[in-house]
């Protein structure tokens, strides 16, 4: 049995889809404050609770013999991170140390941390890689940051073998629009245009347009949401096999500026999308793209999603039918 921590949320119910259609059980435990019920199938136990409630951990630890855990539970908006740290910290950082914890407790090996490239902070060249020092700039960035400091740690000290996925631009949906990205407030760039598309919005605001790039806009990877469920499936695959702790970035390798995004999406959606131009916003690098090859080559990792195009359509089919 696999506990998916943040099971209900964007990242977090693809894998538990993706997860159950390969044959594994899973468990969830997520507060529901910006995961969604409705994003886990019926048949899947959720623990609505907090994940630095210990009293829950042990609750879900004797109910089911946990094997392994996956990590998605945390807070994600940089901004917020930077004027409330306390929360960022005491959620991203003090309550998984509470999971880890409960792990040694109960005896379970194998953990999967939903990192993020805002480890790396500003780059130093690109495509990033795994060597790529580690300065984030943040404390979103720096509360994942300390969760890998932490991991190796107690893989060292306690046996316990991880595997941290650093991930570029998670986008797009379940192709077949059962689930998708919900967010409020929205702050990714792709449902943001596409609601502007619907209507929704009345334009959607490029931040730079003077960075240099082919078109002055920023270019970032993006990747597809189903691509990341494949990799965290993959990576525990790979640790119950015998593999060593560490860990890999997950990305396409390809670059997309923000007009290419908005182009792509009125292709798509064969709607005009309104533009505004607007001032760089502080820390936004100009190019952040990552090198998967470590990957591609541990792991047999392959993004099956690797057209923007195709993305693109997925994220359109579930802005257009949403259930939640």
């Given amino acids: 049995m696999i506990l998916v921590t943040g099971g209900a949320g964007y990242i977090g119910s693809h894998y538990v889809q993706y997860a159950r259609e390969h044959g594994a059980e899973v468990v969830v435990l997520d507060n529901l404050v910006y995961g969604h019920r ?39 908006y940089v901004g917020e991170s930077v004027t409330e740290p306390s929360k960022y910290y005491h959620n991203n950082t003090v ?3 509470n999971v880890l914890d409960a792990m ?11 990192s993020t490239c805002a480890t790396f902070g500003n780059p130093e060249y690109v495509p990033m890689d795994e060597a790529h020092p580690q300065n ?13 400091k932490i991991l190796a740690a107690y893989s060292h000290a306690y046996d316990l073998n991880y595997t941290a996925l650093r991930y570029f631009n998670a986008c797009g949906a379940d192709p077949q629009g059962r689930i998708g990205e919900s967010h409020d407030p929205e702050t990714h760039l792709i449902p943001l245009i596409l609601q502007v598309a619907q209507g929704k919005r009345a334009t959607i605001n490029v931040f730079g347009t003077d960075y240099e790039t082919l078109d002055g ?5 993006y990747i597809h949401i189903l691509d990341l469920a494949q990799a965290h499936s993959l990576a525990l695959d790979r640790m ?28 798509v959606t064969g709607k005009s999308i309104h533009v505004t131009e607007s001032p760089r916003r502080a820390g936004d690098p100009p190019r952040l793209v990552a090198s998967a090859a470590k990957a591609k ?17 997925t994220a359109w089919n579930w802005e257009t039918n949403r259930r939640y």
Avoid at 38 to 67: C, E, S
Avoid at 217 to 221: H, P
Avoid at 246 to 251: E, M
Wanted: proline fraction near 4%; charged fraction near 25%; charge should be negative.
């Fill in 217 to 221: 806009t920023c270019v970032r990877d």
């Fill in 240 to 267: 119950k096999s015998g593999g060593n702790s560490t860990a890999y970035n997950l990305g396409t390798e390809q670059g997309y500026s923000v007009r290419e995004v908005i182009n792509v999406c009125e292709k």
């Fill in 297 to 313: 080559s541990e792991l047999g990792w392959k993004p099956r999603f690797d057209s923007l195009n195709t993305i693109i359509e």
């Fill in 38 to 76: 409705q994003a886990v199938p019926d048949d899947v136990p959720l623990y609505d609770g907090n994940m630095g409630d210990r009293a829950v951990l042990d609750a879900i630890f004797t109910a089911h013999k946990i094997d392994a855990v996956i990590h998605f539970a945390a807070y994600a």
């Fill in 95 to 97: 309550a998984a140390l």
């Fill in 136 to 148: 984030p700039i943040n404390p979103y960035g720096e509360s994942k940051f300390f969760v890998e």
């Fill in 104 to 114: 040694r407790d109960y005896g379970t090996k194998y953990f999967v941390f939903s």
